[in-house]
T-cell receptor, first 113, second 115 residues
């Protein structure tokens, strides 16, 4: 699976949008971009994933560049409860034969008043 | 609600004893489950891939006789830490893939403390 690069930490004011970047310059054509977050002492929580097109759900939006070498996770209105480590992961989808998720160091997002 | 249930959430045991951790997919079938461990302030490290009805595939450096994995049904995988020692103390997390929608869900984790 391709490696990803994320900033180690970011701060965000409550109520503002949090934009978390991720570089995955070696991504292959059949690899998806996944985002998870982990709140202290809990299992990772699925946020969103995409292949080529931008995606939006009730939690966040995922913007993938046209060349797919980078992406941005957007939390539109961050709250204190969004404070967590956010992991950007790329992997081949199940039908592509690759199942493993390899975690990098992630971005520690701190949402402050 | 949680779609992957992991039990127990925490366990304290004496050195030399064995500990079993269960991972269940609640509303989908999971032919593949994964086991991770995480030390404080570090990222998740994949230990092994658990395949229903076959032997688990272990990552390099993970002792298969130390960490026994059984995936006897499409909804249950177990990890047994045998003859646990203090250095095995860690946060263990399982995950399972829902093949219908490509999503991978995680359990809530098990904090193991070996005295």
């Amino acid at each position: 699976d391709a490696k990803t690069t994320q900033p180690p930490s970011m701060d965000c004011a409550e109520g503002r949008a949090a934009n978390l970047p991720c570089n995955h310059s070696t991504i292959s054509g059949n690899e998806y971009v996944y985002w998870y977050r982990q709140i202290h002492s809990q299992g990772p929580q699925y946020i969103i994933h995409g292949l080529k097109n931008n995606e939006t759900n009730e939690m966040a939006s995922l913007i993938i560049t046209e060349d797919r070498k980078s992406s941005t996770l957007i939390l539109p209105h961050a709250t204190l409860r969004d404070t967590a480590v956010y992991y950007c992961i790329v992997r081949v989808g199940v039908t592509g034969g690759g199942n493993k998720l390899t975690f990098g160091t992630g971005t520690q997002l701190k949402v402050e008043l | 609600g949680a779609v992957v249930s992991q039990h127990p959430s925490w366990v304290i045991c004496k050195s030399g004893t064995s500990v079993k951790i269960e991972c269940r997919s609640l509303d989908f079938q999971a032919t593949t489950m994964f086991w991770y461990r995480q030390f404080p302030k570090q990222s998740l490290m994949l230990m092994a891939t658990s395949n229903e009805g076959s032997k688990a595939t272990y990552e390099q450096g993970v002792e298969k006789d130390k960490f026994l994995i059984n995936h006897a049904s499409l909804t249950l995988s177990t990890l047994t830490v045998t003859s646990a020692h203090p250095e095995d103390s860690s946060f263990y997390i399982c995950s399972a893939i829902n093949r219908d929608n490509e999503k991978l869900f995680f359990g809530s984790g098990t904090q193991l403390s070996v005295l």
